[in-house]
């Protein structure tokens, strides 16, 4: 019989971790359906006991989102403006049964290309918490998902938490999901933005980030520099889609999903260029 | 093992079981709690949402090492002596249908409801948005838990039971979790399991080989069945002619997810085999796709050139010139594999008995599967006996076997009992599914608005197998040319082989498919004679008198008009609604509302399709209706027993019911063709009828007298004059009956000639249907806004029920319209093959137009079907109607939508 462990410390599932490497559950909603009708394979390292992991953490310069946080505390969490669009994504993964039990750094670790959260983590400028026996380590998630279901995780690590941190001034985050019906859907193309405001309105800083257009999510650099120092204009777009390397699937095709990328961008823009947003 | 405590509905308790074990199988599998249901082990259906900390979980994503010192209710924990308000809500607005899904919702809703006491839609539809239902269309449950306050519909009085709104009879099972599933019906005593050995590939030959080594390694296997265990006929199918699909494949797969071996032993020395262990070679053939199949070499010896059958119906002169002043109008459309996606998977379990065989399993057809079991296994119809469990839906897949032949070689070789459970992609893989059709259609009205000729070709992909292809073949032609009177008319059809999964029976057999067609025919010939498109298809809609294409003249009963009437304020006043909305400049947003009519014979195709039942008086005074008519949620155990109990002269609450056992019900034909309202009604009818007589006479007393049901005893009142008839002295039969009536009806209907001239079908239904929606003409996302429907019933026995089965059939149609797609191999999972959600369909408004049909029950016709086949066209019409696209490749997914638009722009029409 495979080992199956539940640490209710932080120190005993870093030892586990270090002793041998073990398949991680927090959740269990992608790591459950992985594995068709049948049980769970492997050695399973249950994190879900692990005490004071749960909160959504407020600081003076930087939110904590720790590695049992699920999608439904983050609904429920006192959050900014600036998680507009990560709530947003929080409210169409999957049904309030995967919400209940879906973590956020699950939805990370697990790096579909098609994960809602990612995107969103980005525009958020969010690092991953990293630990393990030898110590703690930061790495941007842009530097944490590597590729379709490939993250930079080492086996003895674990993934404590996300730190977003609190932007200069105002923000507002918008979310923008294309998927083929209202609930329980993969989306086809999705746009995350985060846009930070100067006193007078103007764009001071802008993160933007696509999913499902390319192995793993990504952002445009050349759009978030043509924002600065701007109102969000819808039509700076089309220039920047570079990054984007979008494929043929059953839910659409790659010419599609760009023409549609850059729809939903126009429409981020215009949600962040509306007065509420630059009041936010 | 690790002894895991837990709060279970209250009560402490402990599993001991494999921490990593799936909540779901942890409460069926060792606590007996199989109202948590499975629906696919993946988070996809929510049918075993259960609550965990009061918080919905999908108990198939929660190890059961998680739960430890938690708090877990179910299903079985809500009515622990009265029924909750909410269940009581289920009921009376008919939130359940076949009860699949139904726990699933209710422990979502209780969430909600504990959170927000009175919630409004938006938040009904959040809180049940994981929580996929294929029956209901969801209005009802919305409804239910927007009430949940609600008393459970009253009984009607004795003779007021058709008609009325009662709660349906197998009701209570559905809303507490009781109601026993194919995989919640289990053996008594130890069963051995099977596990199916599938091919990986569309075509291929393979050679099993040495399984000496696999036996070896796991000594717990029993037995590995190949084609060569099958003791009787290996291959099966619907039709005497079409018996072409093999228990298990020999040498040669047609199709992916087609089984070549069966693996027989316990449950958990199977799961312990890896597929790479079981020695198959597979020698991989090209596949045969829809495109060049008839240019292929067959893959039967009775399909030259992969053409299974053909249909045609022909009337008038299709080539006659048209009129000066004529218009014209042609469509290509094609469509694609549609999975009937009922949220059960198929399962059940077979035991031998002496020189008998039982199959306990979902079925909508038992008596069809006794006598293909017989063929299989070499013995004779009596000795199979079928019992077909509660049917977690059908929608036609449960109408070919699936799980029966290879439990039943199982059982009857090894002598033990077996049982079979089908995952979610087994199921999607290996079943089969509706026909994608490629169709060709050119219409011709005249300038006086009347239609003057309709061509139609279909040619509809029956992949690997027969199954019901030839029903699509036949039924196809007769409809195509819409509900109509058209005076020349040449419609065909072609069934062809392809190595896809076989296409078999799916709500409306080829209907759904050509209607498409007809519609958007309809559409382009109102608009080139200026006509409104309401109007346009009243003038020429099939009407009493009229002579349809089959040269069948209709009665009284043919009311598309009186649909089209009902609906043409609503027609009026949400087109008005869509262009003020256009006008005011709502981009990229355009709204358009779209019509779609249709018809549909009631029944077999020119077939014989009788309907036999009985029904008795026990000593008690009870009376029992013995009904082989399989309820797989549409209500048929209801809609039968209020037809009795009037025929009868019985309140509705002292009829009993007994079900679905081959060994105890007449054959009441299969449940399929929107036939047992109208076919096994009749029979009910005419049984309860017999009784009567039977009681009556036996009294003395004349047609009009009144019978009171005592306990032991019916009282008798004839004018002043009352007799009592003890029953406590009758004898009783082995039944335990003392009086007995027997009823039978066939439909009548003629052979169809070389040109299909004849009678098809004894009733036809009517019904049209409007739908707006909301393009996103940037995207190319449709959102569906409201829809109303026009429906010609006969007589709604239960008009909830009716309700139920066009919100039903309205959401099959949408999906149908806008986002399902099979594909195989690549959507075997309810996240890649999308079905609507309770955030898809709109608000639904449905009218019942009753003009009695002369030879229904109390003048009842068939629903099930008719339910579905307006909805697409509407849609598809009311998206042509927003922005001037024509939608000619279903599903409209936003990329075909997008695409649409710009080729119309292109060419000016938008």
Same mark, same amino acid.
Request: a neutral charge; aromatic letters at 4%; proline letters at 7%.
């Given at each position: ?280 | ?60 994503? /929660? ?607 299969? /449940? ?239």
């Amino acid at each position: 019989m495979d080992a199956w462990l539940r640490p209710t410390s932080l120190a005993d599932a870093l030892a586990a971790l270090a002793a041998a490497p073990r398949v991680i559950l927090a959740g269990g909603t992608d790591l459950y359906p992985s594995h068709g009708t049948s049980s769970l394979p492997g050695s399973i390292l249950d994190i879900s006991a692990l005490p004071g992991l749960r909160r959504i953490e407020t600081h003076a310069d930087h939110w904590r989102i720790p590695c049992l946080a699920t999608w439904s505390d983050v609904i429920g969490a006192e959050l900014p403006a600036s998680f507009d669009g990560l709530r947003a994504a929080a409210r169409q993964i999957g049904g309030v049964q995967v919400q209940n039990a879906a973590t956020v750094i699950g939805n990370v670790c697990n790096a579909s290309p098609a994960a809602d959260g990612i995107p969103n983590l980005l525009a958020l400028d969010a690092t991953v918490e990293l630990a393990s026996l030898a110590g703690t380590r930061h790495l941007a998630l842009a530097d944490f998902v590597l590729g379709n279901r490939r993250t930079a995780r080492r086996p003895d690590e674990l993934a404590v938490a996300l730190r977003i941190p609190r932007p200069a001034g105002p923000a507002r985050g918008v979310f923008e999901k294309l998927g083929a019906r209202r609930y329980l859907v993969i989306s086809i193309t999705m746009v995350a933005a985060v846009a930070e405001y100067d006193a007078a309105g103007r764009v001071r800083r802008a993160r933007i980030a696509v999913g499902a257009c390319g192995p793993r999510a990504v952002r445009l650099p050349g759009l978030e520099a043509a924002l600065e120092g701007r109102q969000p204009e819808a039509d700076l777009v089309t220039p920047h889609l570079a990054p984007l390397a979008p494929i043929d699937d059953v839910r659409a095709s790659a010419e599609y999903r760009l023409r549609a990328t850059a729809e939903l961008l126009r429409r981020a823009l215009d949600a962040l260029g509306t007065p509420r947003a630059r009041a936010a | 093992m690790t002894a895991i405590g837990f709060v279970l509905n209250g009560r402490e308790v402990v599993a001991t079981a494999p921490p990593r074990r799936r909540l779901a199988a942890v409460l069926r599998d060792e606590f007996g709690l199989t109202g948590t249901k499975i629906g696919c082990d993946a988070g996809d259906c929510g049918a075993c949402t259960v609550l965990l900390d009061g918080a919905p979980v999908c108990a198939c994503l /929660t190890a059961l090492g998680q739960v430890e010192g938690r708090a877990v209710a179910t299903v079985e924990g809500l009515a622990a002596s009265a029924l909750a308000p909410l269940q009581r809500a289920f009921l009376r607005h008919g939130a359940a249908q076949c009860g699949i899904c139904t726990p699933g919702m209710l422990m979502a809703a209780m969430a909600l409801l504990a959170r927000t006491p009175q919630p409004d839609e938006a938040a009904i539809a959040d809180a049940l948005g994981g929580v996929l239902c294929r029956c209901t269309g969801y209005r009802a449950i919305i409804a239910a838990v927007a009430d949940a306050a609600a008393t459970l519909p009253e009984e009607p009085p004795s003779g007021a039971a058709v008609g009325a709104r009662v709660a349906r009879r197998d009701g209570v099972e559905k809303v507490t979790g009781r109601e026993r599933f194919g995989a919640d019906a289990l053996p008594a005593g130890p069963f051995l399991t099977l596990r199916a050995i599938r091919s990986p590939y569309p075509h291929a030959r393979f050679t099993i080989g040495d399984l000496a080594p696999l036996f070896a390694a796991h000594p717990a296997l029993v037995r590995v069945l190949t084609a060569a265990d099958v003791p009787g006929s290996l291959c099966y199918g619907i039709y005497a002619t079409g018996k072409d699909q093999p228990v298990l494949a020999e040498g040669q797969v047609r199709h992916r997810g087609e089984p070549v071996c069966a693996l027989v032993g316990p449950a958990e020395a199977l799961a312990a085999i890896a597929e790479a262990e079981v020695p198959i070679t597979w020698d991989i053939l090209p596949p045969v796709g829809f495109d060049d199949a008839t240019a292929t070499q067959p893959l039967h010896a009775h399909a030259p050139e992969n053409i299974l059958c053909r249909g045609r119906v022909r009337a008038g002169d299709p080539d006659a010139a048209p009129p000066a002043g004529a218009v014209r109008a042609g469509i290509a459309i094609e469509t694609s594999f549609v999975e009937h996606a009922y949220i059960e998977p198929e399962a059940g379990y077979a035991r031998r008995v002496g020189d008998r065989i039982e199959i306990v399993a979902c079925t909508q057809t038992p008596y069809m599967d006794r006598d293909a079991i017989a063929g299989i296994l070499g013995i004779t119809p009596e000795q199979v006996r079928i019992v077909p469990t509660a049917v977690g839906g059908g929608f036609g897949g449960k109408l070919d076997l699936s799980v029966q032949p290879l439990i039943a070689v199982a059982a009857w070789l090894t002598g033990r009992p077996v049982r079979m459970v089908y995952s979610r992609s087994e199921s999607m893989a290996s079943t089969t599914k509706r026909h994608p059709a490629r169709i060709r259609a050119e219409a011709v009205a005249g300038a006086d608005g009347r239609l003057f000729s309709v061509r139609f070709h279909g040619d509809f992909n029956t992949g690997a197998y027969a199954s019901w292809g030839p029903t699509v073949a036949n039924r196809v032609p007769v409809h195509a040319a819409g509900p109509y009177a058209v005076p020349n008319v040449l419609c065909t059809s072609a069934a062809i082989h392809t190595t896809d999964p076989p296409a078999g029976a799916f709500r409306g057999f080829g209907v759904p498919q050509a209607a498409i067609a007809h519609e958007a025919l309809m559409d382009a010939l109102a608009d080139r004679l200026g006509l409104d498109a309401l109007e346009f298809r009243l003038r020429n809609a099939l009407r009493p008198g009229s002579r349809t294409p089959t040269g069948q003249v209709l009665g009284a009963d043919a009311a598309l008009g009186a649909c089209l009437e009902a609906l043409r304020p609503r027609w009026r006043a949400w087109r008005d609604e869509a262009a003020a909305f256009n006008a005011a400049r709502h981009r990229p947003v355009l709204r358009g509302v779209g019509i779609g009519c249709m018809w549909y014979g009631i029944g077999n195709t020119s077939l014989s399709n009788p309907s036999a039942m009985a029904i008795g008086l026990a000593r008690t005074g009870r009376i029992v209706l013995f009904s082989g008519a399989v309820d797989i949620g549409q209500g048929s155990n209801t809609v039968l027993a209020q037809i009795a109990a009037d025929a009868l002269g019985a309140p509705l609450g002292q009829i009993d019911l007994v079900t679905g056992d081959t060994d105890r019900t007449r054959d009441a034909g299969k /449940t399929s063709a929107s036939r047992q309202t109208f076919v096994s009604g009749n029979a009910a009818l005419r049984a309860a009828l017999a009784l009567r007589a039977e009681i009556l006479r036996r009294a003395n007393a004349g047609p009009a007298a009144r019978i009171a049901f005592l306990p032991g005893a019916l009282q008798v009142s004839d004018g002043g004059r009352t007799s009592t008839l003890a029953l406590e002295s009758l004898p009783a039969d082995a039944e335990g009956m003392v009086l007995r009536g027997e009823g039978y009806f066939d439909p009548p209907t003629t052979p169809l000639d070389q040109d299909g001239q004849g009678i098809p079908y004894a009733s036809f239904a009517f019904a049209a249907q409007i739908a707006e929606v909301a393009v996103d003409t940037a995207l190319g996302t449709v959102t569906v806004r409201r829809i109303a429907a026009a429906h010609e019933v006969g007589r709604a026995i239960n008009p909830t029920l009716v309700e139920g089965q066009i919100h039903g059939g309205i959401a099959q149609g949408l999906g149908l319209a806008l986002m399902e797609e099979y594909v195989p191999g690549r959507t075997e999972n309810l996240h890649d093959y999308l079905i609507p959600t309770i955030g898809d369909v709109p608000p639904i408004e449905v009218m019942l137009i009753e003009e009695a049909d002369a030879l229904g029950p109390f003048g009842a016709k068939g629903v099930g079907e008719p339910a579905l086949v307006a909805t697409a066209p509407a849609i598809l019409n009311a998206i042509a109607a927003a922005t001037g696209a024509r939608i000619t490749r279903v599903p409209a997914t936003p990329e075909r939508v997008l695409a649409a638009i710009l080729a119309a722009r292109d060419e000016g029409r938008a």
